[in-house]
């Protein structure tokens, strides 16, 4: 199974002096061939979607030890998760923060970002709250493209770097 196989942490770019995240394979290199193909083409199918409203990947690569791992834009904020919790639960803070207009701006926002997607013939296949950031200033971004399908490509894995069709 592919789901859930991938862990996430904040990284300190020293060179540039900013902070990423840094998503590797919770097996590492023990990983099956499967995991590890899926897992580079989740890195190729992020890193092509480039959208305002898509998360950035940066860079794609493999740790001295071997283990593979890809590094993204660390967006601070919340998920549409957290903030769906917080309304239900009456938070008046995040209730004041996101108002119905600001919910439909994100909305709208995620829209955007997988229309995009579908135009270069990808389907995400798990849009959820907990896949959606929003940050603190304002951007929304669909994360986790690690079940996305790109149409018109065999299900077999190649790990070659293939492209979208754009």
């Known amino acids: 199974e592919w789901g859930g196989v991938g862990a996430i942490r ?7 002096r900013r902070n990423l995240v840094v998503k590797t394979l919770l097996d590492g290199t023990s990983a099956s061939e499967y995991v590890f193909k899926k897992f580079i083409e989740e890195a190729q199918i992020t890193a092509q979607l480039e959208h305002p409203n898509i998360v950035p990947v940066h860079e ?3 740790f001295s030890g071997g283990e593979v791992f890809f590094t993204m834009k660390h967006v601070q904020g919340q998920t549409l998760k957290e903030i769906i919790r917080g309304l239900r639960k009456g938070d008046e803070a995040i209730a004041e923060a996101f108002p119905r207009l600001r919910l439909i701006r994100i909305f709208e926002q995620v829209c955007m970002a997988i229309g995009f997607a579908h135009s270069r013939g990808v389907i995400h296949r798990d849009i959820k709250p907990s896949n959606v950031m929003v940050g603190d200033f304002g951007q929304t971004l669909v994360l986790d493209w690690g079940v996305a399908k790109v149409l018109d490509r065999p299900d077999t894995i190649d790990p070659t770097l293939e492209s979208v069709s754009t």
Request: net charge neutral; charged share 40%; aromatic share 20%.
């Open 10 to 16: 904040r990284i300190r770019d020293t060179e540039l």
């Open 60 to 62: 794609f690569g493999y």
